[in-house]
């Protein structure tokens, strides 16, 4: 059974509340994680407390329990000059690191006029309703040296 301190083996199908798949454990090998440190939403976890191997669940996240509600201050709108000569090669929906006073950030560029570059600094599923469709296919209790690291080990041991 799930709970505290568990390593979860699940496949996982993510959609977003039109039907539209966003992403998939289908054809991969599946998502392993620590039970209660933090390594997948809190939202889909509290769901999955409790299960079993062999338990199927299809979850549904309100916003505030997965990438939380977008953040107005996380959207800039600076000048094109900050690109330097790095400005003919931005387009909107392009992806990258902005460096900040609380170190790097991933932005997306959301738009772009003559003289200015809007970038979003908010998780592309903020705000977003999320419906999970989990399968779980193996359950086990961490290793101490897991617990420590709050995240799962490879078979072996220690692998970062």
């Known amino acids: 059974m799930i709970k505290l301190n568990s390593v979860v083996t699940m496949h996982y199908e993510l959609k977003d509340a039109s039907g539209e798949v ?24 509290e769901q999955l407390l409790g299960k079993t191997v062999g338990d199927t669940v299809d979850a549904v996240v309100a916003p505030e329990k997965g990438y939380g509600m977008p953040v ?30 609380q170190g790097p950030v991933p932005v997306v560029v959301t738009g772009m006029d003559d003289t200015t570059v809007t970038v979003d600094g908010n998780h592309p599923l903020a705000g977003k309703e999320l419906h999970f469709h989990v399968s779980i296919a193996e359950i086990r209790d961490a290793t101490a040296e897991e617990v420590e690291h709050k995240h799962v080990h490879g078979p072996g041991g220690h692998q970062h």
């Open 72 to 101: 107005d201050a996380l959207v800039q709108t600076v000048p094109k000059e900050a690109f330097g000569e790095e400005i003919d090669k931005v387009e909107v929906g392009m992806r990258f690191q902005a460096e900040t006073e």
């Open 22 to 45: 966003l992403d998939s454990s289908k054809g991969q090998d599946p998502l392993v994680y620590l039970h209660g440190a933090g390594n997948i939403i809190v939202g889909l976890e």
